[in-house]
């Protein structure tokens, strides 16, 4: 199944709304997190970070970093546009998205992350980053925190070959 079927709407940190199949064409890199978390989420973006670093550059232009809020009361898209700039993410290839918390709870269903808020501030969820081929199919999923990113660079490398 292809997350391009999913017609829900959401709003990036620029405050532009879109559909995930406006990212149709390329290589989708994504994680689900929430601005304020004090735990995983700064793995989960120090994940991100290194992943990004280590692609070969022939191949990220090809490739969007997305980050996915499972906060979206708190996680405004000025807020997201504030935690992009203080993590230096506030630009291509690097896209923050929010939307509500049905959609949120759909898209979370097809990436099989769980997340449950366990106070107005706080929530538990799973550490998965997943890659999307150009076509919006699930190919590879990294889970842990703080792991070895090889396999998720190579299942990368090896859908931007398939386009």
Known sequence: MSIYNLPSTWTNQNGEELQIKDLQGDVL????????????????????RNIEEQLPEDIKGKVKMIFVSIDPKTDTPERLKAFAKENLMDEEPWLFLRSTEANTREFA???????????????????????????GELVFQQEGLGVNSSNTIKNIEEAVSNM
Do not use: D, G, Q
Not at 39 to 44: M, N
């Open 29 to 48: 890199v994504m994680v689900m997190i929430y601005t304020t978390c004090k735990a995983a989420c700064p793995r989960l973006v120090a994940n991100m």
């Open 109 to 135: 269903a097809v990436l099989a992350v769980n997340y449950k808020e366990i106070s107005p501030i706080n929530f538990s969820h799973s550490n998965i980053i997943s890659v999307f081929n150009e076509k």
